[in-house]
């Protein structure tokens, strides 16, 4: 199969699954948070934000140095992949003790704890998750069914099971059975395609494997500080309520972000070839799809604020009203991020790895003393506000260096698209008696009659863009 034809593949195979998972478990959240209320799926919210730190600790970075060395190594397939999952399995046991540890020192109630505990035994089946091999050998489509049948398991018998806020403590084993239905058909792919499954114990292989590791799994545990650290903070700070609310407004916002890697994975390897063939290639691809995510930006954030109040309604009830005011704060995120996540990757793609850590690592830290300053007194809206501080920091930091790499002017293709925006902004302001439905399509032709108007789609360069991507094999 030809490079151009592989990668348009892998992409459809991960674009699907990724939307499709996506969707099934956004239903799944808004169901729990009908069927338990705020308080109760809070405590879901916090036990989940809690277990995923332990995750990152079983895994250390250890999936991405996987695909890496299986893609430049595929006659070591049975070395790499039986002393990863033999080590992961040992670190998924040292988190899991640690996870115990710290569900016995922290001031929770009994239920909390149970879910905690409960959830992380996922750690086990979640190191056996063979994902990392199949992207390394370039067969999406196994990773693509792995996560379908994970989210199907999980929201049949979420549906099926949990009825009311009684089985509350269901909940993480169904999370757990769906995490070993993907495991297990993953492992069974493996088999089947590679021969017998092992475990070795190098440990000589292994030191070398986590010296590699431990910087990217670094990394990965800062960005987490901006997902779940405002969550963590507020169930230790407030009440399961006010988790509840909160977590409810940022899942809306999460489904909206996880829509943006799809693009990015697209032009990533653009971005690579560009920076070791032409430094002009490069400042006009990255211009040309930064200008094309503010497109999309813009509306979402100005559209958000305002329909927030509707939105949180249809989709959670009257309970989950106090919520309101947290995704009218979070939504900007999706502006900050839509916008920086073009310039931000190509750190990744241009050899600026220790930049981009560093990077993290200044967001993350704005996020930490932001939540501990904010929350106490302003609770989740204090969260909501240090989120969005520090992703602007964050932002700020990668584009002032990305500027001595390559300069881009942004700020020229910004404006339109915000004019377009507020403008609709204008429109649905004065249609906010509209129906919900009603007043998103509104929006929606409002928003493009405009920016059609103000010449702010750049046909040309969307076309060119197209076509790159189009031979990038």
């Not at 750690?123 to 994902?131: G, I, P, Q, R, V």
């Not at 939540?371 to 520090?390: C, D, E, H, Q, R």
């Not at 008696?433 to 103000?454: C, E, M, P, Q, R």
């Amino acid at each position: 199969m030809g490079s151009v034809r592989r990668t348009v593949k892998n992409f459809l195979f991960l674009s699907i699954a990724q939307i499709i998972s996506q969707a099934i478990l956004f239903l799944v959240i808004v169901y729990l948070a009908r069927t338990l209320g705020a308080a109760n799926f809070g405590k879901i919210a916090f036990a989940q934000a809690v277990v995923l730190y332990f995750t990152l600790i079983a895994n250390l970075g250890l999936n991405i140095l996987g695909v890496r060395e299986i893609a430049r190594n595929r006659n070591s397939i049975d070395k790499y992949v039986s002393n990863i999952l033999g080590l992961r399995l040992v670190l998924a046991a040292l988190s899991f003790s640690l996870l115990l540890i710290f569900v016995w020192v922290i001031n929770e109630s009994a239920e909390v704890k149970y879910l905690i505990v409960f959830f992380g035994c996922s750690l086990f089946f979640s190191a056996l998750l063979l994902e990392w091999l199949f992207q390394g050998v370039e067969k999406m489509g196994f990773i693509s069914l792995s996560r379908i049948l994970n989210r199907f398991f999980y929201v049949a018998l979420i549906f099926l099971l949990v009825k009311s806020s009684q089985q509350i403590l269901a909940i993480p084993w169904l999370y757990t059975g769906g995490t070993l239905i993907a495991s297990g058909f993953l492992l069974y792919v493996y088999v089947r395609r590679f021969g017998r499954l092992r475990l070795n114990f190098d440990f000589l292989f292994w030191k070398d494997m986590l010296r590699r590791a431990l910087p990217m799994g670094a990394a990965f545990i800062m960005i987490q500080v901006y997902y779940n650290f405002d969550t963590v903070m507020l169930g230790f700070m407030k009440n399961d309520e006010v988790v509840g609310w909160y977590n409810a407004a940022y899942k809306i916002v999460l489904f909206v972000w996880a829509f943006i890697p799809i693009f990015i994975n697209v032009i990533f390897p653009l971005m690579s070839k560009y920076y070791q063939q032409s430094k002009e290639k490069l400042e006009h691809l990255i211009s040309s799809a930064t200008r094309l995510m503010s497109i999309i930006a813009f509306p979402l954030g100005i559209g958000g604020t305002l329909l927030a109040r509707p939105i949180m309604s249809f989709l959670y009830g009257e309970e989950f009203s106090n919520g309101v005011i947290a995704l009218q704060i979070l939504i900007w995120t999706v502006v900050v991020i839509a916008i920086r996540c073009t310039y931000e990757q190509s750190f990744l793609a241009c050899d600026r790895e220790k930049r981009y850590f560093w990077g993290v690592m200044v967001g993350a830290s704005s996020n930490i003393i932001l939540n501990l300053i904010l929350i106490p007194y302003f609770g989740l809206k204090g969260a909501a506000i240090a989120t969005v501080i520090s992703e602007l920091v964050f932002s700020l930091y990668m584009f002032y260096y990305f500027n001595l790499v390559s300069r881009i002017k942004m700020l020229g293709f910004l404006l339109r698209p915000f004019l377009a925006a507020s403008f609709m902004g204008f429109v649905l302001y004065y249609l906010k008696d509209a129906t919900l439905l009603l007043s998103i399509l509104i929006g929606v032709i409002t928003y493009f009659a405009a920016i059609f108007l103000l010449k702010g789609i750049p046909w040309g360069e969307l076309k060119e863009l197209k076509a790159q991507i189009a031979k990038k094999g």
